[in-house]
């Protein structure tokens, strides 16, 4: 494999992976006032039509990483929701 | 064009936008608290990777959009890094 390949790869292994620490902090602390709502409802929703769009073109690389994005997104954008009243008071 | 084509688009314009509110925030309020380190140094690497990556195999949108990225995700990296020991105090 040529480095150009190795370097996507460690890449996409960045990228994919990096929401796991923030996901763990999230479920560990259940903070979540400086964390963006819009961030997290966009994300989740790219991460999702990535997945579906990774199925339909059968790529799997791009069906798989997303699909775990996805849910570690997913699970953060639900203690932003969660959290959010308590979070705006917290603004004030 | 069809609407596999569509949905990729609309996925990469999702998950490359979302760093804007997530960065305008941090940047409005300076408050980094609920935002993982680790998360943060991984995502700028990994975006920085795919960059030169897209960089290396002409691949105009891989570059772009990365560059986009990476320039939102190490400015969030920056305030992080910035209010570190105060994060750390702010936890115990």
Do not use: E, H
């Not at 902090?25 to 990535?50: E, H, N, P, V």
């Not at 799997?60 to 959290?83: C, E, G, M, W």
Request: glycine share 4%; aromatic share 14%; hydrophobic share 50%.
């Amino acid at each position: 494999m040529d480095w150009v390949s190795v370097a996507g790869l460690v890449a996409a292994f960045c990228t994919t992976v990096s929401f796991v620490p923030q996901a763990l902090k999230t479920i560990r602390t259940k903070d979540t006032s400086s964390i963006s709502l819009a961030m997290y409802s966009l994300f989740t929703f790219g991460t999702l039509t990535w997945f579906l769009y990774g199925v339909y073109t059968k790529n799997l690389p791009v069906s798989l990483a997303n699909a775990v994005t996805f849910l570690l997104s997913a699970t953060i954008l639900f203690y932003k929701i969660k959290n959010g009243s308590k979070d705006k008071k917290a603004m004030s």
